[in-house]
């Protein structure tokens, strides 16, 4: 072959390789074009202020944080991440790299389903927002980039009702609607905050929520299509009251609040372990966004710590604990799962509601009465319900939660009751059902 004839070959080969390279980016101009409105192509999740991105390369996760809209050009990004369907969110300090996205990588074990939030800011020197309430799910080894041509389901939450209120302890079914344009739902996520009760994949779409304690709730439904994307519904606030006062009642602690004038009354009253500590800081966020001011309560008397605020009403609060275990012990904090409060609402059950029969087969007795030492609470239900029993003192202060748990239908339930560590005297005992609440005097002598 001559000189010549390479050169010719040399300027087909050029004129080639030009003409593909038109052709591969008018398709990606068309495809961008064609990409549906809040979809980006290379990321497992889009919201209006950031996109995400989870891959598994060997033993690692590599997460990225890409701010979108007024989020960009910020300087922050927190990555909390939960491994497994229960437990505590570690957070961890995102890099912020040259193209502005922040990146973390950690070893996590395949197949483990992850949950994660991020805190980020909105902007150069903007505030913080926290993604705490819409957590976002990954499983590790998977997959979950978007298609460009996936167009992200709708789903919203159908019941409860905003502002529902309930008695506690109570059943609470959850349902949702859920439709995909483009393809099918593959499951609906219901969640509480940040956790997971449960999902359903077939419509229609719903959840029952069993044993419901006292507290402010934070609602949601997720719907995932068969392309991996998700959207996750607006969020519902419902309150379930309590008979005995108080907001949340956790294994650590029970606390109230009370709206009296233009001032919130916050109560912490420690339980197990936690009693006699000497350190409870209550930590209060007013709004949806920013810090959580910290705020050393009083302990009083009783053992329990108290603070008061002004706070406007229709305010909803989110607020958390720090506390020791004990006297001297360690410090304990419910960061990772604070409490809701709206200010101006109350935490304790109507007396409408409260004075409702139990409906029992087996009126509610105590054995022996008066009790020199330990006494035997015996009832039956009518219906099978969940149930509280609660010990209060003459001046309607409680004494200590006598038993939880839910019982059969017409089958009597013997609770046992020490009364070792009570003051003689005249004390009352409440049974709160799903169906209302039944009383009985208990007299200790010894």
């Not at 001297?328 to 904090?333: E, I």
């Not at 419910?334 to 409906?359: E, F, N």
């Not at 609440?437 to 208990?442: D, E, F, G, K, N």
């Given at each position: 072959?001559?000189?010549?004839?390479?050169?010719?070959?040399?300027?087909?080969?050029?004129?080639?390789?030009?003409?593909?390279?038109?052709?591969?980016?008018?398709?990606?101009?068309?495809?961008?074009?064609?990409?549906?409105?809040?979809?980006?192509?290379?990321?497992?999740?889009?919201?209006?202020?950031?996109?995400?991105?989870?891959?598994?390369?060997?033993?690692?996760?590599?997460?990225?944080?890409?701010?979108?809209?007024?989020?960009?050009?910020?300087?922050?990004?927190?990555?909390?991440?939960?491994?497994?369907?229960?437990?505590?969110?570690?957070?961890?300090?995102?890099?912020?790299?040259?193209?502005?996205?922040?990146?973390?990588?950690?070893?996590?074990?395949?197949?483990?389903?992850?949950?994660?939030?991020?805190?980020?800011?909105?902007g150069p020197g903007g505030p913080q927002r926290n993604t705490a309430a819409t957590p976002h799910s990954y499983t590790v080894g998977t997959v979950c980039a978007v298609s460009s041509s996936n167009v992200p389901p709708t789903v919203s939450l159908t019941a409860p009702a905003a502002s529902s209120v309930f008695a506690a302890p109570v059943t609470i079914t959850l349902t949702a609607n859920a439709a995909d344009s483009d393809g099918s739902i593959a499951k609906v996520e219901f969640y509480q905050g940040t956790t997971l009760l449960g999902q359903d994949l077939t419509a229609p779409y719903a959840y029952t929520w069993t044993g419901v304690a006292g507290d402010a709730y934070s609602l949601t439904a997720k719907a995932t299509d068969n392309g991996n994307a998700s959207t996750t519904s607006v969020a519902v606030a419902i309150l379930v009251q309590?008979?005995?006062?108080?907001?949340?009642?956790?294994?650590?602690?029970?606390?109230?609040?009370?709206?009296?004038?233009?001032?919130?009354?916050?109560?912490?009253?420690?339980?197990?372990?936690?009693?006699?500590?000497?350190?409870?800081?209550?930590?209060?966020?007013?709004?949806?966004?920013?810090?959580?001011?910290?705020?050393?309560?009083?302990?009083?008397?009783?053992?329990?710590?108290?603070?008061?605020?002004?706070?406007?009403?229709?305010?909803?609060?989110?607020?958390?604990?720090?506390?020791?275990?004990?006297?001297?012990?360690?410090?304990?904090?419910?960061?990772?799962?604070?409490?809701?409060?709206?200010?101006?609402?109350?935490?304790?059950?109507?007396?409408?509601?409260?004075?409702?029969?139990?409906?029992?087969?087996?009126?509610?007795?105590?054995?022996?009465?008066?009790?020199?030492?330990?006494?035997?609470?015996?009832?039956?239900?009518?219906?099978?319900?969940?149930?509280?029993?609660?010990?209060?003192?003459?001046?309607?202060?409680?004494?200590?939660?006598?038993?939880?748990?839910?019982?059969?239908?017409?089958?009597?339930?013997?609770?046992?009751?020490?009364?070792?560590?009570?003051?003689?005297?005249?004390?009352?005992?409440?049974?709160?059902?799903?169906?209302?609440?039944?009383?009985?005097?208990?007299?200790?002598?010894?």
């Amino acid at each position: 072959m001559k000189k010549n004839d390479y050169s010719i070959l040399d300027l087909s080969v050029c004129r080639l390789l030009l003409l593909l390279w038109l052709l591969s980016t008018l398709g990606e101009t068309a495809s961008a074009l064609a990409r549906p409105v809040g979809v980006l192509v290379d990321y497992c999740f889009t919201t209006p202020d950031y996109a995400v991105l989870a891959e598994t390369v060997g033993p690692n996760v590599n997460f990225t944080f890409h701010p979108l809209g007024a989020t960009a050009g910020g300087n922050l990004a927190i990555l909390y991440l939960r491994e497994g369907p229960a437990g505590a969110y570690p957070g961890y300090t995102m890099t912020k790299n040259a193209a502005g996205d922040f990146t973390f990588s950690k070893a996590v074990a395949g197949g483990v389903v992850t949950s994660l939030y991020f805190t980020y800011e909105v902007g150069p020197g903007g505030p913080q927002r926290n993604t705490a309430a819409t957590p976002h799910s990954y499983t590790v080894g998977t997959v979950c980039a978007v298609s460009s041509s996936n167009v992200p389901p709708t789903v919203s939450l159908t019941a409860p009702a905003a502002s529902s209120v309930f008695a506690a302890p109570v059943t609470i079914t959850l349902t949702a609607n859920a439709a995909d344009s483009d393809g099918s739902i593959a499951k609906v996520e219901f969640y509480q905050g940040t956790t997971l009760l449960g999902q359903d994949l077939t419509a229609p779409y719903a959840y029952t929520w069993t044993g419901v304690a006292g507290d402010a709730y934070s609602l949601t439904a997720k719907a995932t299509d068969n392309g991996n994307a998700s959207t996750t519904s607006v969020a519902v606030a419902i309150l379930v009251q309590s008979p005995d006062g108080y907001c949340s009642t956790r294994p650590d602690y029970s606390y109230s609040a009370v709206t009296t004038g233009g001032n919130v009354a916050f109560t912490f009253h420690p339980r197990g372990a936690t009693a006699g500590g000497n350190l409870a800081i209550v930590f209060i966020r007013e709004g949806s966004i920013g810090a959580y001011p910290g705020y050393t309560m009083v302990k009083n008397a009783a053992g329990d710590f108290t603070f008061s605020k002004a706070i406007a009403s229709g305010t909803v609060t989110s607020v958390y604990f720090t506390y020791e275990i004990g006297p001297g012990g360690a410090q304990q904090t419910s960061l990772t799962d604070p409490h809701i409060y709206t200010v101006g609402t109350s935490c304790r059950t109507a007396t409408a509601t409260a004075t409702q029969p139990a409906s029992l087969t087996t009126a509610l007795s105590i054995s022996p009465n008066p009790a020199p030492g330990r006494a035997v609470l015996t009832f039956a239900p009518g219906p099978a319900s969940a149930f509280v029993a609660t010990l209060y003192d003459l001046r309607g202060a409680r004494v200590k939660t006598i038993a939880t748990g839910t019982a059969e239908a017409g089958k009597a339930l013997a609770l046992p009751l020490g009364t070792e560590d009570l003051a003689n005297g005249i004390y009352l005992v409440k049974l709160q059902t799903s169906y209302g609440v039944a009383t009985a005097r208990l007299v200790v002598s010894r």
